[in-house]
């Protein structure tokens, strides 16, 4: 078991198949989480697919996410970061989960989980703000595509 978890979530005024689509795709993260400028998936949406990140920050910092479960019927994929530098992102044993649900008022709800341990050298508290950081850029930003669309 992880040391450390986080849920992030938003409710969104947009049919939940609408948003599943704007996520849907491993290697569509660029393309809704702004720090990322670059995410290729080498198998896609199948299970072990590796998608290597890279981010809009002095250096361009990379590291890859491997996908371990996808389910489009049931409109969620999870994922696991196999190294990161802790520069980077101050996380170890970093597993996560997307998923888009009814939010029972005729719009959607996006659940962004993770699990994971401090990195060597970082307290509980600098991986979880870490990490809600990018779990709140990525929900803001589909916030503003939901309000384009």
């Given at each position: 078991?992880?040391?450390?978890?986080?849920?992030?979530?938003l409710?969104l005024?947009?049919?939940?198949?609408?948003?599943?689509?704007?996520?849907?795709?491993?290697?569509?993260?660029?393309?809704?989480?702004?720090?990322?400028?670059?995410?290729?998936?080498?198998?896609?949406?199948?299970?072990?697919?590796?998608?290597?990140?890279?981010?809009?920050?002095?250096?361009?910092?990379?590291?890859?996410?491997?996908?371990?479960a996808?389910?489009?019927?049931?409109?969620?994929?999870?994922?696991?970061?196999?190294?990161?530098?802790?520069?980077?992102?101050?996380?170890?044993?970093?597993?996560?989960?997307?998923?888009?649900r009814?939010?029972?008022?005729?719009?959607?709800?996006?659940?962004?989980s993770?699990?994971?341990?401090?990195?060597?050298?970082?307290?509980?508290?600098t991986?979880?703000?870490?990490?809600?950081?990018?779990?709140?850029?990525?929900?803001?930003?589909?916030?503003?595509?939901?309000?384009?669309?």
């Open positions: 078991m992880r040391a450390l978890n986080l849920l992030e979530s409710d005024d947009r049919p939940v198949d609408e948003v599943w689509a704007m996520i849907a795709d491993f290697d569509a993260l660029s393309k809704w989480l702004p720090p990322v400028v670059s995410s290729v998936a080498d198998k896609g949406n199948e299970i072990g697919s590796v998608r290597h990140l890279v981010l809009d920050a002095p250096g361009d910092p990379s590291f890859d996410e491997e996908l371990t996808y389910d489009a019927a049931g409109r969620s994929y999870s994922y696991e970061i196999l190294a990161v530098d802790p520069q980077v992102l101050p996380v170890e044993n970093y597993t996560s989960t997307i998923i888009v009814d939010n029972g008022k005729g719009g959607a709800k996006v659940e962004w993770g699990a994971f341990d401090a990195a060597s050298g970082f307290d509980g508290a991986p979880v703000e870490a990490v809600r950081g990018v779990y709140r850029a990525g929900l803001d930003s589909l916030t503003k595509m939901a309000a384009a669309a």
